[in-house]
Structures are given as structure tokens and as C-alpha cells.
């Protein structure tokens, strides 16, 4: 298939291991930062094919597992109000929430719908005006300009009953942590392809020079992973410390412009919790107080409980590359994609369900 | 790090599937598997019923007769290529046929919602007659039921089906043994890409038609041309469910190369773009088989000949141990384990 196969021919990707190979002279950490690099990463078995010098940790950009309980059990308790239609894409209704998912509030009789773009979520308002329509709008830089636009086009036409029940998180501010946080293992990123095709790449220029780590723009292809890998070990080893595109033929140096337009113009920046990782200054987004009305918090605004998570479930060392999901002893056994513990066995671009479906075990990888 | 003990596991968030049935226990992996195993076969301890095949096999006074059921619930009831019509025939025709019977005779209940437009139901029966009429068989009773609206999604369809079992043939789930070959008679994923992309309302240019179709013929030429063991319908769940519960009924492992299985383009794509692996979406026109090694080439040339297997190829072979693995392009593998439930598409 055109577009694709050209990413994953496997005699270039021998090429580019063999480079790889003869570059590395040391030990290296690096963690590719998004969910959908993980998921190539172990599926095509790339993990195993690196020389053993070039560690891969696995980063937060999975918006499944990063969304706070405290929102799961907003959308479910909204999920379950007869007056509401939550609309969602299909991976955050399995999420947990701290009782229950959204598949357990469909099944007790709430209205809960699979879309495939906020722009659904915004026809099933149209259809359904005596109801409040809310659209669970989870994800990182990359699907904030289709949810501002769903937002924007609702306010234009008069849609009122179209709301956003906001989750987004930032790349940025969640590198800045794990680089500060105390005992931080990772030497250089890949950072997100898709998620720079909209943002582009000036913001990680500070974070290279403040901490001297190499950053590689890395799209997710496999090809695109060797090549990102191998930039960045050619960067560590010439002790350089500067932002590189491998995508380039999604990703420019200053963005979208037009949709960073629309996202600065329904969302500004706000303090977010991130589940596993905690509070993160300025991580998150939320409405101006322009598209304010059309906020499902304040449409909805019942009280729901915070419940703490679990000190077992060591999802939060797994999201800050500090341990591998089978590190867990949870991980396997009490955990497993039909009964997770915690939210990165969720999603198939969480770190511990890529492990688990590809057979990654402990006694299997600690041989 | 020490383990902790089971209780000591106090996490706010293990949801385990409840006290409620959820839609991931009709998705044909692994919720659907452990629905049949703690609640169906314990009620009724039949032995025929635990051997969990396509259909059953049964003799009376000699003859050993094949007999299914299967329930049609899909939305929408008319999707690219075909209709509940003439899957509801197909489906239970082809659950006949992977036990390397003749399908003879048919079955059908309907349950039909009150306002359902007359001349749907017209064009649903009229797609089941030819159906019926393709694939050779008879539909020889049935029964209606109207319940109030708002009591089903317009229409659900049940058929049975009955077949006679020709001497000499031995087909069935646990027959796959360690030096076998398996393959797979056609492109894989059409019908659940079909059918998902009128769901979602996305449009492949036009090029996505569900591969609904009797594969009576096909099977017959393929157990004729060798020794063939075990066949299965690769429905729900796709061929990756359906290799699992190979492996797990034969008490075998699989091992197979993703680059072997044959699938159109455009149905590809469209799995790239929603974010789905192809070995899990579901079929109706395709079915895996596991043959003789020795007989593997016969089997799949006969398979080729017929315009149902025009496109089958061999896919992976069957190994000691258990388990099904897939070995990728780049020459890493993984296990090919089975779906809790549904495939979710991602989010980005």
C-alpha cells in the first residue's frame, strides 16, 4: 500500500539498525514521548532488535492513561444522566474510573456514543436538541484544533446544546517534569510527530538548551523510529543537544499556523492533573470565556468525589520512564487488559498493553 | 521490587465485568469465550456442546448429521455488498460447511420491530431466498415475532441449520496437529471494515463490500484435494480469535508471518486509519484451515480454483507448545493473543 510500505521496508530497517549499532559506544536512555510510538515500538518487536546500549523508556503521551480519575467519573456520572448523550472516541470507554467505566454506564442505561470526530458529536446535537450533547475531548496538542473547531462551529450556528467536557494535556510542560523530577533517568526524546505537525517545535528548542538533552521530532512509522533512534544516538554520542525533524513530510518548525490559530482562540492554558504523574502547571487546556457556555463542567456541575489512586498500581513510574510495566507485580497477573488496574493496560498505546499483548513478561525479559 | 500480597492490591480502579452483560460479551474473544465456558456449557454438560465447534455433530441411526443456530443482530441491517438477509443464511451455511458437511436444510426466526417499513423486511427475505438458492439449501420452517418499538433495532434474525456429514470426513476443532499447515481461503477484515465504515459513516470511495457468501463449494474442494483437520469460519473476532481457539481446542501453538495474510488495499487503509488490526476484524466469506503438512499445496491449489479461495495462501504452520504468534516484517514477533473484547478504534 502506497504511503505505507515505504515506512516499513525491512531492508532499510536492517540498514538503519546496523547504523545504530555502529554509532552506540555507551549506555542510553531514551523515551519516546507518544503512546502511538510505543505501540510500533513493540508491535513490530523494534525493542528487541536494538543493540542492548539503546534503551527505550516509554512516555506519557498516551491521553488514555493520562486523563485524571476525577474526569472518568465526571464523564460516567454524566454518561448516566437521562437529559445527556456523552459522545466519545471508542478507547476512553473502557478507561476505569474509580467505580466504573463508560461500557458500565452504557449498560446501566446511559446514552453513550462512538464517534469518530467531534464534528458526529456535534451532528448528534443537532439531532437532538431537548439534550445536552458532551463530548468527552481527551487527547494531547493533536486533537485539541478539531475539538476547538467542533466548539467554534457550535457557537457560530447556535448549536447550545453541544458542550466539551475537557481533558487535554500538553507535551511540554510533561517533559519539563520528568526531566526535573528526582532520580529521572531519560537522556534524550523522541518527541510526538503528530502533536509537532500542529505545534511545530519551538517550544522544545528551550527545554534542549535548559537541560542539554537531545530532542528528535519522530513520526511512527518503523522506519520513522530507527531513524529518529538512530538521530538521537548520533546526537548523545557527539555530546550535541539540539531539536531534529525526522518527520519532515508532516512537520515544520513553526506549525499549523491556522490551527493554532483556532486552539488559541476557544482554549487556554490551565493547571491539569495528570493521572500518574500528579499536577502539572499550565499541562492542561480549558474553554476562554468566550466558548465558557459551552463547557460540560459548568453545565454539569455535581460534585464528584476525589479518589486517591492506588499506591500499587505503578503507573506513574511507568509514565515517567522510571520503571518498565513489568516491573509491576500486578502487571499480568491481577492486571490485565480485560481486568486493568490501571489506566496505561487500557489502550493499546499504553505502555503496559503493548507489553501484555506482546508477550513482554518479566522472566521473558529479565533473561 | 517485592510483590505484594493479592490483598495488599487495593487499587481504586479493577473493574472486573460484573454482575451486568456487557457488549464486549458478544464480541467473540475472550468475554464471549469465558460467557460460554462458566455459564452455557456447565448447564447443560453436554459433551458435544463443550467440544465447541462450528456446529454440532451428531449421529442418528448412522448418519452423522451437522447442526448449527446463529443469531443476526448487525446495524445496519443493508450494508456495502450485502444485507442480515443474506448473511443469516450464509453464516449458518458456512458454520455447516467447516465441519465438511453438505448444509441440506434451514431454519429461520424473525423478530421484528413494530414499525419496521414492510418493504425492508421484503428486501431482507427476498436476499435470504437467494441466498438460499446460491448456496443450495432449503429453508423449510420458520417463525415471526413482533415486538413493541423501541423492543429490538428493527430486525433480528435466528436460523438453524441442518446437513448430513459424508463418510470418510473427520473435520473439527481439535484435530490440528504439530507439522500442519494453516491457511486462509481469501482476503481478510472486508466484512467488518464493510460494515463498520456504514456504521461510522466514513467512506472508502466505495471500494469496501462485505465478502458475505456460502463457502460450501470451497470447502469441498479443499477436503477433497488432502488431508484436511480442522476449518473454522472466521467470524467475530477474526482469524486471530478463531487461531486461538485452534490452538487451544488442539492443545497446539501456531505460528504465523503478518506478511502472508492476504488483505485488499483499501481495507488496509482503512484500518490504518481507525486504528485496527486486520487479524482481529470480522469476515464471512473466509475461513482458516489447518492441513496435512505434506498435503498443504494440494489443498491450496484446489482453494485457489474455486472462485471463493481465489486468493487464499498459506499463513503459518502448527508447532508444538500452545499459543498463536505472528512474526513481523522486521523480523520481530509477538503473540497474537485473544481480544477481550471489541476493538476499540484510537484516538489519535
Known sequence: ?367 | MTTPDAPALACPVPLPPGESVLLGHGSGGKLTADLIRSVFVPAFGDGELARLGDAAVVEVEGVRLAFTTDGFVVTPRFFPGSDIGALSVNGTVNDLAMMGATPLFLSAGLILEEGLPMEDLRRVVASMAEACRKAGVRLVTGDTKVVERGGADGLYVTTAGLGVVPDGVDVGPERAQPGDAVLVSGPIGSHGVAVMSRRAGIEFDGALHSDTAPLTGLAHAMITAGDLHTMRDATRGGVASVLNEIAEASGVGITTDESAFPILDPVRAACEMLGLDPLYVANEGVCVAVVAGADAGAVLAAARADPMGSAAAMVGTVEEGRGVRVRTDLGGSRPLVMLAGDQLPRIC
Open chain 1, 1 to 367: 500500500m502506497r504511503y505505507v510500505d515505504e515506512y516499513r521496508d525491512s531492508h532499510i530497517a536492517k540498514g538503519i539498525l546496523a547504523d545504530i549499532r555502529r554509532s552506540v559506544t555507551r549506555p542510553w536512555t531514551i523515551m519516546e514521548v507518544c503512546g502511538g510510538q510505543t505501540h510500533t515500538l513493540i508491535r513490530q518487536g523494534i525493542d528487541q532488535l536494538l543493540p542492548p546500549e539503546v534503551e527505550m523508556v516509554h512516555g506519557p503521551g498516551c491521553p488514555v492513561c493520562v486523563t485524571p480519575l476525577s474526569i472518568i467519573d465526571r464523564a460516567v456520572s454524566i454518561a448516566k444522566r437521562p437529559d445527556a448523550i456523552l459522545c466519545s472516541f471508542g478507547d476512553m470507554l473502557r478507561v476505569p474510573g474509580s467505580s466504573e467505566d463508560l461500557f458500565m454506564a452504557r449498560a446501566a442505561g446511559g446514552d453513550v456514543r462512538v464517534v469518530y470526530s467531534p464534528l458526529d458529536a456535534l451532528e448528534v446535537a443537532r439531532a437532538n436538541p431537548d439534550r445536552t450533547v458532551v463530548f468527552f475531548a481527551v487527547g494531547f496538542e493533536t486533537t485539541a484544533p478539531a475539538n476547538a473547531m467542533a466548539v467554534r462551529q457550535a457557537k457560530l450556528q447556535g448549536v447550545e446544546n453541544f458542550t466539551l467536557l475537557v481533558a487535554h494535556v500538553l507535551v511540554p510542560p510533561a517533559m519539563l517534569a520528568i526531566l526535573a523530577a528526582p532520580g529521572n533517568r531519560v537522556q534524550a526524546f523522541l518527541a510526538p510527530g503528530h502533536v509537532c505537525t500542529i505545534m511545530g517545535w519551538t517550544e522544545y528548542e528551550p527545554i534542549t538548551e535548559s537541560f542539554h538533552v537531545p530532542i528528535v521530532v519522530t513520526g511512527f512509522e518503523p522506519l520513522d523510529l530507527l531513524e529518529g533512534i538512530h538521530m538521537t544516538v548520533r546526537q548523545l554520542e557527539e555530546g550535541r543537544a539540539e531539536v531534529e525533524n525526522q518527520y519532515v513530510r508532516s512537520v515544520v518548525r513553526e506549525g499549523n499556523a491556522a490551527a493554532m490559530r483556532v486552539v488559541a482562540e476557544v482554549f487556554e492554558p490551565c493547571d491539569r492533573a495528570w493521572r500518574g504523574l500528579g499536577p502539572i502547571p499550565n499541562s492542561g487546556l480549558r474553554l476562554t470565556e468566550a466558548y465558557r457556555a459551552h463547557d460540560a463542567e459548568l453545565r454539569f456541575p455535581e460534585v464528584v468525589a476525589e479518589v486517591p489512586e492506588s499506591e500499587v498500581c505503578i503507573a506513574g513510574m511507568v509514565l515517567q520512564g522510571r520503571a518498565k510495566p513489568h516491573d509491576c507485580p500486578a502487571f499480568g497477573t491481577e492486571c490485565t487488559p480485560e481486568r486493568p488496574l490501571g489506566a496505561p493496560m487500557v489502550s493499546t498505546e499504553g505502555a503496559c498493553a503493548a507489553y501484555f499483548l506482546a508477550g513482554r513478561r518479566r522472566e521473558a525479559v529479565s533473561s
